[in-house]
């Protein structure tokens, strides 16, 4: 009988990862990473006006300012052995790849967690969805959801256009599951109003004016009276819900490391005489925060249960 030769190729199906393209539309920290928290000041209250002043002299008082602050949190990957075995007898660059998965999946953790962190949370700054029932999408979903809507958009412009939120830079992160209720809209999908072609940042179209950018995940919330973001890495629950998160680049913030690889530092330990090889693992500084202790400029619709 013929020996048949077996052939092994030289790449490998590596890891996939959710995009995370729309982070870098906020207002950059990062020069401040050397410190542990970064403190932000809040204006205090507007001045009164008075319309046809008849009292003199005017009652002077001072704006007391306050402040608002977030903490630089550490992000750190288990470390992963390469044996000098491995390296040789595989047939593709098991080392190029060992270290993609690090680089990737700890700019994973870093994005979810700054979209965590740019959730609404004030109960006037998250919609729920209106549209016809249909099945929950997320794997633990029970029953079914109501769809997005076009008037589901035109709520979240109307709350951002009552908060004087500038119109131009609106962003919307879109759950990849949800996207397939928008795509049924018609008003939506049509090329003239949806967006004939990706634009420079890397987003699919507009709608309303908002920047339309997808994501597999987005921050899921839970379905109490005013639904609560759920952190990032929870199990999610039969009642839990997908989101689209509106904000405006200027009403939310990041800090990431500034080292190479987008910040993220890759430690080697060559020739390791106790694993007989090479270990691997990464770090970076990173964390977020909503621009404002009152919330404008960021809006979250949550899925809404349906019978």
């Known amino acids: 009988m013929a020996i048949q030769q077996e052939l092994w190729v030289r790449d490998i199906a590596e890891n996939i990862f959710p995009d995370s393209s729309a982070l870098i539309l906020s207002r950059d920290d990062s020069e401040f990473l050397e410190g542990k928290t970064i403190h932000l000041p809040q204006s205090g209250s507007k001045p009164n006006v008075e319309k046809n002043r008849t009292t003199l002299p005017a009652v ?84 079914n959801r ?4 076009k008037n589901d958009f035109i709520e ?4 951002m256009n009552r908060q004087d939120v500038p119109n131009a830079g609106r962003v919307a992160l879109v759950d990849a599951d949800l996207l397939s209720d928008i795509l049924k809209i018609d008003e939506f999908v049509s090329a003239d109003r949806f967006g004939s072609a990706a634009l420079p940042t890397g987003s699919v179209g507009m709608i309303l004016g908002f920047a339309i ?16 973001r759920k952190a ?43 694993f007989y090889g090479d270990v691997f693992s ?14 404008k400029g960021v809006v979250c619709l949550v899925e809404d249960a349906a019978a």
């Open 60 to 143: 002077a008082a001072k704006r007391t300012d306050t402040e608002l602050t977030y903490p630089i949190d550490e992000f750190t990957t288990d470390p992963v052995i390469l044996q000098d075995t491995e390296a040789i007898e595989v047939s593709y660059n098991k080392r190029a790849s060992v270290l993609f998965d690090h680089v990737e999946t700890i700019r994973e953790e870093i994005s979810d967690n700054i979209y965590y962190y740019w959730g609404a949370e004030a109960a006037t700054n998250i919609i729920r969805t209106t549209g016809a029932a249909r099945a929950a999408f997320k794997t633990g979903q029970t029953g």
């Open 146 to 149: 109501k769809a997005v809507t």
């Open 156 to 159: 979240a412009h109307r709350v």
């Open 213 to 228: 950018f997808v994501r597999s995940k987005t921050t899921l919330y839970d379905n109490a009276a005013t639904p609560v």
């Open 232 to 274: 990032v890495g929870a199990a999610i629950a039969a009642a839990d819900n997908a989101t689209i998160q509106f904000w405006h680049p200027s009403y939310v913030r990041r800090v990431v490391g500034s080292d190479t690889n987008g910040g993220i530092k890759v430690y080697e330990k060559n020739q390791d005489p106790q």
């Open 282 to 295: 990464a770090m970076v500084r990173a964390g977020g925060r909503k621009h404002r202790t009152d919330e």
